[in-house]
């Protein structure tokens, strides 16, 4: 206990008498907590973006006009009961010519050829979205094959723009499995690349005390009360390191918030704060533990002389 | 207290630190090492505090053999002994007072015992009016007797001082060997070594001249004679 609060004094004073030197590698610290923190937000919007686009695809069947209503609910009820379908959502006749008519109301000329026919010219659809874009495929499939044909559902429908979106859907599952194996190999790289440098930052500040180790050790002080302070050293580099990261992407994140809300409809400044804890908590131990466990290693060399 | 068997330190063929050295210190001794640069006694003081490992023979710290010892006990032996050096190897972003204090903390005493006898050990070596100096603040002879405060701080049962006065001026290197002188005569043991006549005439004690790694003579009330 004694020891303890010796190690933690002295610490403290190596900290605030190395001056630049510590205050160096708190900045290098900081360095790789900003990396980390931006990559977090990085793999936030990513996976946003990525939950956006993939919700706008999706596989609609059109029925023929006139298509009795229960047999396209047993179609319904059929394609739901897949594993690979999420929802699937029917639009009836009269819905999808209310729909139409909103989406062309400034179109007069349509409008109005509408209302000359009198009778709807629209038939029904359902529109299904699966759990993952890579199972659009098998529902298409399953809707070519015998199973679906057995229920006489041929006969009712008027097409499946499964094969139209078929080439978009295929780029952008390449897309999209591409960019989060890209997300995570560039993370990693960067990740360890901050970790080395701070490794070795730290390891420069022990260098410049290698004498005083070999010193303390010659007086008689155990291998603990030397490393005790350099290790004490370095969790106060994580620690300042954070509070500097966290209070740096306030501002950040209001900026890139502003600017990207209109844009991917994502707000960064609200999701940091709303985050704050967690993400405090993930710098806070990646810092602290760094530096700790940073000097702990570098120190190991000159200790065992 | 000190038992050299047929030690011998061969870096390489051309250049042999130590030959065959055997010799022993009794406790209480003070025993000066003399002879020029390069001739092993560095070397020799090493071999005590296992700083440096023997190429054969063995070296005992009374019945210990010190280059048997583990880690920790090696730490609890250099407890037992003092060490003073020619470049002081001070810690220099410590105070004196901090210096001191350090070393007290290493073998384990409270905070009582550190503030009470740390103000007294500074004054003891006159360096009252310094306890909050840093060593780049202090001369060397200051720094000097610093070091030889942190030595004695404990109470070692043995003082090594190698080459203390080296980088001292005559009015210092005087100081430096009175204080060492009176620590012997409470009873410490003290190996010193040197290469300054002065300070071995001074002292009128045992000496040992070395060369070559060998040691040549071992007088009772030795001079320095080379």
């Known amino acids: 206990m004694m020891d303890l609060k010796r190690i933690i004094k002295a610490g403290l004073v190596n900290f605030t008498r190395s001056g630049i030197i510590s205050w160096a590698a708190v900045l290098v610290v900081t360095i790789t907590l900003f990396v980390i923190t931006a990559i977090i937000l990085l793999q936030v919007v990513l996976h946003f973006s990525l939950d956006q686009i993939k919700e706008k695809v999706d596989v609609t069947i059109y029925f023929n006009v006139g298509a009795p209503e229960d047999r396209i609910m047993s179609l319904k009820e059929s394609l739901q009961n897949l594993p690979e379908v999420r929802e699937v959502a029917y639009v009836s006749d009269t819905e999808a010519l209310e729909l139409f008519r909103e989406r062309h109301k400034e179109d007069y000329p349509t409008i109005q050829a509408l209302d000359e026919i009198k009778d709807n010219p629209l038939g029904a659809y359902l529109n299904i979205k699966a759990k993952e874009i890579s199972q659009y495929e098998s529902i298409a499939n399953f809707m070519k094959s015998d199973n679906a044909l057995a229920l006489g559902s041929a006969s009712i429908i008027d097409k499946v723009n499964y094969h139209q979106n078929k080439l978009i859907i295929d780029k952008l599952n390449a897309i999209i499995s591409g960019a989060q194996k890209l997300g995570f190999l560039v993370t990693l790289i960067l990740i360890a690349i901050s970790i080395i440098i701070t490794f070795n930052t730290i390891r420069l500040t022990i260098f410049i005390s290698k004498e005083e180790i070999g010193i303390m050790r010659l007086v008689g002080a155990s291998k603990m009360r030397v490393r005790g302070p350099f290790m004490v050293e370095g969790a106060i580099y994580g620690l300042l390191a954070t509070v500097i990261t966290l209070i740096a992407f306030w501002p950040i994140t209001a900026w890139l918030g502003n600017n990207m809300e209109s844009f991917f409809g994502f707000d960064m400044h609200a999701y940091y704060f709303s985050n704050l804890f967690q993400i405090s908590v993930i710098v806070l131990l990646s810092g602290v533990l760094l530096g700790i466990i940073s000097s702990f290693l570098a120190i190991r060399k000159y200790l065992n002389k | ?226």
């Open chain 2, 1 to 226: 207290m000190i038992y050299f068997n047929n030690v011998s330190k061969i870096y390489n063929k051309d250049s042999v630190a130590l030959d065959d050295v055997t010799l022993t210190v009794a406790t209480g001794e003070f025993v000066s090492v003399v002879g020029h640069s390069g001739a092993g006694k560095t070397t020799l003081v090493k071999m005590i505090l296992a700083d440096d490992v023997p190429t054969s023979g063995t070296v005992f710290f009374e019945s210990i053999n010190v280059h048997k010892l583990k880690n920790n006990d090696l730490t609890k032996l250099r407890r037992r002994i003092g060490v003073v050096f020619q470049d002081f190897k001070l810690l220099s972003n410590k105070t004196a007072y901090e210096n001191i204090a350090f070393a007290m903390e290493a073998v384990g005493k409270t905070n009582e015992e550190i503030e009470s006898d740390v103000p007294h050990v500074l004054e003891l070596v006159d360096l009252g009016n310094r306890i909050f100096h840093f060593p780049h603040q202090m001369s060397g002879g200051e720094q000097q007797r610093l070091a030889i405060a942190r030595a004695i701080i404990n109470q070692p049962e043995l003082i090594i001082a190698d080459e203390p006065t080296g980088n001292l001026d005559a009015i210092n290197t005087h100081e430096i060997v009175q204080i060492l002188k009176k620590i012997n005569d409470l009873g410490t043991t003290v190996v010193l070594t040197t290469h300054n006549r002065g300070v071995v005439d001074s002292v009128g004690k045992r000496v040992i001249t070395m060369e070559k790694g060998k040691i040549i003579r071992d007088d009772k009330e030795g001079k320095y004679v080379i």
